[in-house]
């Protein structure tokens, strides 16, 4: 791609876009570089590089080449952030996450949402033992749209399973 560099350079893709002529000089697909310099433009350099694991697109800066006639926009690879590379993993485990656990012949889907509600059954469950009584029977609904009765003779065993398979997500490890 080509462009006239005698407009203001963070103009030039924004105003003409990509591979339109903003001179409407007529090139051929066998037009050379020379034949495109001769009109006043630049070839504009985009490479994309592969990116590792852990690796991101820098920002785009415009490097000129007076003498090869190029302006250079293409980005460098640079290290996610630990926040940036926190996201990836977490998005990467949302399907699991979502997937769930069986417990009892249901598929108990583990997220936040989950684990927000099953902490307040806990504490209803917590309560009511301390007290002496029996927690009230609780069908409760999983993020994924799955149902699980839960019952204070079941509870236990339940949670257990439950959380075992929550935390299996937040496992530490080099970020």
Known sequence: MYADLNEAKTEIIKQYGVGRNPK???FSVNSSHEDYTA???Y???DNVPDLPK???LGDKTFTVDESAKTLDISRQVVDKTKLEKREDRKNS???QKLAGVEINGVMCSAT???Q???TAVSVGVIMARSSSTTFPDTLFNF???TELLITDANFDGYFATWSVFRQSFFKPEAV
């Open 24 to 26: 409407n000089t007529s």
């Open 39 to 41: 009109h006043g433009y």
């Open 43 to 45: 070839r504009i350099i």
């Open 54 to 56: 852990g690796k991101k």
């Open 93 to 95: 485990v949302r399907p």
């Open 112 to 114: 936040r949402a989950d």
């Open 116 to 118: 927000d509600g099953l």
């Open 143 to 145: 993020v994924n749209g």
